[in-house]
């Protein structure tokens, strides 16, 4: 139980479909961060928000959109998106942006696009 | 941009031995990270490192942060099964940057 629960676990959506990836975390952490694990490459970062407000979108596509409604809960919304954005998205937190506390990571959602 | 070679790739070996891998980089980070991450499960910390020359265990893992901050390896000792996982070290240049991830170290280990 790392504190960073992610739903759904797994999803498989057509490239037409609208569907969201949800991540709640339950640390008391002020910023929030959406990444993408795809077979043999780093981890990279998609989206970083911090109290609430997005501060860092690392050009990402717009059909991945990011919603954090509170400090607690990061949104990832996905529509027409393509078979090549099938990869695990990993949900991370931290205590904020400026000190040195590390991230905290869910345990992903694993999208298959058709 | 800032890159984070991890080496190696993968690693079976066979339980009892000790293993060690490391992250080179060619900027300096001030901040180094070890997680593992099981399979169908995220990424969990394993140590942080803060300060150069710094050496920090947890358990049987060992890690250092490297003296010129360019570098930092783990070594986990006496090898059991459940280490099975992807390695993953991690660097932040100053507190408020990313962190730039390695590419991840696999370890297998044959009981």
């Known amino acids: 139980e790392t504190g960073v629960t992610q739903t759904p676990r797994h999803l498989v959506m057509g490239m037409t479909n609208k569907k969201s990836l949800k991540c709640e975390q339950h640390?008391?952490?002020?910023?929030m961060y959406w990444y993408k694990q795809s077979a043999k490459k780093p981890l990279e970062l998609m989206f970083v928000?911090?109290?609430?407000?997005?501060?860092e979108n690392n050009s990402v596509p717009s059909r991945f959109s990011p919603e954090c409604p509170n400090s607690s809960h990061l949104f990832l919304h996905l529509h027409t998106l393509q078979p090549e954005d099938s990869a695990l998205y990993l949900c991370?937190?931290?205590?904020?942006?400026?000190?040195?506390?590390?991230?905290?990571f869910g345990d992903g959602t694993r999208l298959s696009i058709l | 941009g800032q890159q984070l070679n991890q080496s190696p790739q993968s690693m079976f070996i066979q339980e009892g031995e000790d293993v060690s891998m490391n992250c080179t980089s060619s900027?300096?980070?001030?901040?180094w990270l070890w997680y593992k991450q099981d399979p169908g499960e995220g990424p969990v910390l394993l140590i942080a490192?803060?300060?150069?020359?710094e050496l920090t265990s947890n358990g049987r893992l060992t890690a250092q942060f490297g003296i010129t901050r360019k570098d930092s390896f783990l070594n986990i000792s006496a090898s059991i099964p459940s280490d099975v996982g992807i390695y993953f070290c991690?660097?932040?240049?100053?507190?408020?940057?990313?962190?730039?991830f390695g590419g991840g170290t696999r370890l297998m280990v044959k009981p």
């Open positions: 640390l008391g952490h002020n910023a």
């Open positions: 900027s300096i980070f001030n901040t």
């Open positions: 991370a937190s931290s205590q904020d942006r400026q000190g040195n506390q590390p991230q905290h």
């Open positions: 490192l803060y300060k150069a020359g």
């Open positions: 991690a660097g932040q240049r100053n507190a408020g940057n990313m962190l730039t």
């Open positions: 928000y911090s109290l609430e407000e997005r501060v």
